[in-house]
């Protein structure tokens, strides 16, 4: 079993960064996959980024590609998500998820553990 943490939200202006940082208890944390979701008001949750259990393989949905950066330190059993450029779009609850498979995927299904978020806002 895994229980995860997550960290690091506030209240940023448009164009600043934040890093979330999701700690994670269990010592098979090195055997997850794991991803960043995000929920906004009204609307249903999202997939934000992922990140394979040996850290070689991310992938990122379209809208945060190129701003947005996961990582992760199985040592530590962290995983953080560098955001940059941020927009008012941006703004939500971010939740971290863990799930026992090799590579992450885009769908909330495919994960098993799950944080209880951490909340960000861009204002404009």
């Known amino acids: 079993q895994v229980q995860l943490v997550e960290s690091g939200g506030g209240l940023v202006q448009a164009g600043g960064s934040l890093r979330l940082s999701c700690a994670a208890s269990?010592?098979?944390?090195?055997?997850?996959?794991m991803g960043w979701f995000r929920q906004a008001p009204g609307k249903e949750r999202e997939f934000v980024a992922g990140?394979?259990?040996?850290?070689?393989?991310?992938n990122y949905a379209d809208s945060v590609e190129g701003r947005f950066t996961i990582s992760r330190d199985n040592a530590k059993n962290t995983v953080l998500l560098q955001m940059d450029s941020l927009k008012p779009e941006d703004t939500a609850v971010y939740h971290c998820a863990g799930g026992r498979s090799f590579v992450a995927g885009k769908n909330s299904y495919e994960y098993d553990y799950w944080g209880q978020g951490t909340q960000v806002t861009v204002s404009a």
């Open positions: 990140i394979s259990w040996s850290g070689g393989s991310t």
């Open positions: 269990g010592r098979a944390f090195g055997r997850y996959a």
